[in-house]
């Protein structure tokens, strides 16, 4: 069965101070790994998909990256607005798995 | 363009009654999934949409859940006599095609039964 642990629960960080979430997970063949942000009483929010080992995603502050057991999603010099629970899930490769598997999410806070 | 809309936002219900709940997909996305995320957790799948035919029900926790999508167009999750254990966050989302696109999700519909 596939699954997605995600680590820290939660991260408080000052404003400026860089960190990463690490999203680690087993698959019977990976056929993509979606990085979303949820913002409270909303809806995910999509940020990146990786689809194979070593593949790198960017868009302003945050990296996403890809191994053949985890990703990484970096957060540098965060601001207070990058404030969000940040949840990774994978899809798998078996036919018919259309379905996104989702880890408990990684609460971030960054304080001004 | 428009992005996936869910209806009602908020349904609040007594125990035993039957809710419906709806979700209009991203015009010219074949594809629909339903979520759930109970308060704390994580989102667990629901049901799969490719058209109209839904070829993965697997997620569907009981014989109260059902679902059915019009064409390529909205869909409806149907929970009979409901339980407090439904209460949750239910999400919507589509994609282009299925395999491998990215799912885009709705603002979802909180549900809590009393």
């Known amino acids: 069965e596939d699954q997605v642990t995600q680590s820290p629960e939660a991260l408080r960080l000052q404003e400026g101070e860089s960190s990463s979430l690490n999203c680690s997970y087993t698959v019977s063949g990976l056929r993509g790994l979606f990085w979303y942000r949820q913002d409270p009483g909303k809806g995910p929010e999509f940020l990146f998909t990786l689809y194979s080992a070593g593949e790198e995603k960017e868009k302003e502050r945050l990296k996403a990256t890809l191994t053949k057991k985890e990703s990484f999603l970096h957060i540098t010099a965060p601001k207070p607005e990058d404030s969000a629970t940040y949840l990774c899930a994978v899809q798998g490769i078996i036919q018919g798995a259309q379905k996104l598997v989702f880890g408990q999410g990684t609460r971030l806070t960054i304080n001004p | 363009g428009a992005g996936v809309s869910q209806s009602p936002s908020n349904k609040v219900t007594e125990k035993g009654k039957d809710v419906e709940l709806r979700c209009d997909p991203i015009?010219?996305?074949?594809?629909l999934y339903w979520y759930r995320q109970r308060l704390g957790q994580g989102l667990e799948f629901l049901i799969y949409?490719?058209?109209?035919?839904?070829?993965?029900k697997s997620g569907l926790p009981s014989d109260r859940f059902s679902a059915e999508r019009t064409g390529e167009s909205v869909s409806t999750l149907t929970i009979q006599r409901t339980q407090q254990e439904d209460s949750a966050v239910y999400l919507c989302?589509?994609?282009?095609?299925?395999?491998?696109?990215?799912?885009?999700f709705g603002p979802g519909t909180r549900l809590t039964v009393l």
């Open positions: 949409f490719q058209g109209n035919s839904a070829p993965d």
């Open positions: 015009s010219g996305h074949t594809a």
């Open positions: 989302a589509s994609s282009l095609r299925g395999s491998g696109d990215t799912q885009y």
